[in-house]
């Protein structure tokens, strides 16, 4: 189901009225393992509905197949998407993400880009894009894709009115579920919103089964990785080599880190993604999002990998670019 952007502001002000009424301010931050997630609200990448429990605290370590992987929920600050993201860390190994999967997403059918287009374009129907930042408003609409995780639900809200405002009268921009079978295909992993479209969407693989997709079959120019020894963060895509690493105990309700990514699925439909490890994570990469909108031609690359935090006592936030790249 679509909704337009007159309630869009709407949602996004309910969504923070959710997160806001949650659990207790500031556990560990472990609430895959926790009933309460790392804000004592919603997990951030967004699980306000995280199980009490983590499904997955059984999957082995990606560096021992045979031993229990580091319980993410150890890790002061991890929310439940991105906690257990961290908690199944052994995914890259037990799960199969370093595993291409030949039958996720075919690239949709139809006409064509002829001639071919050039390195950093996307083919939208038979149009020839650039992947950039600046080139978003010429789409001329956008859907904000929610995953039901009510701070990732917020945080995409958020940048759906951010786009709006930056592109001016004339874009639109809807809102619609990735659980909606008309809006994603969870069996094959492809996005079935319009081509020529830009789809954003927020939160980690854990609960947004759409970044989960990209990340698996490495659309994404990054995924998320971990090491025994150097910790967890994001590889690339291209290459499978670590891009930033840190320890898991350095993600803290004050301390995180977070992705901001443009580019193209499989179909060439453009697709921005932003999330942290833990909730405030998600919100920094939400609230840069954000300022990458409103000043497009600043930002020429298509993914940013930041450092987030908080000095509560001055209560001012400090964010810090680690790496970037096309």
Partial sequence: MRMDLTILATLAAAFAAVAACGSPTSTSGADAASASGSDGSSPAGGADAAPSVSPD????????????????????????????????????????LDAEQPDAAEPDAGPRCVPDCAAGETCLETSCVPVAFSALCSLGRATVLTDGQAADDEVVASIGLAAANACGAGFEVASASLGDSSVFDSASGRLLTPMRELAITAGGFYFNPLVGALERTRKSPLYFTSDATAGIGWASSATGAPVHLFAEASVTDAHDYFVVELFPDDGGRLVLVDYGIGVAGTRAAGRQAELVLASPGTYADAWYVYEWSLDADAGAETTHLIASGR
């Avoid at 560096?63 to 257990?84: H, V």
Wanted: charged content about 20%; proline content about 8%; cysteine-free.
């Fill in 57 to 96: 605290a059984s999957l082995p370590a990606a560096s021992d197949a045979a031993t229990p992987g580091e319980d993410a929920a150890e890790a002061p600050g991890l929310d439940a998407s991105e906690a257990a993201d961290a908690q199944i860390a052994g995914l890259d190994a037990a799960a199969g």
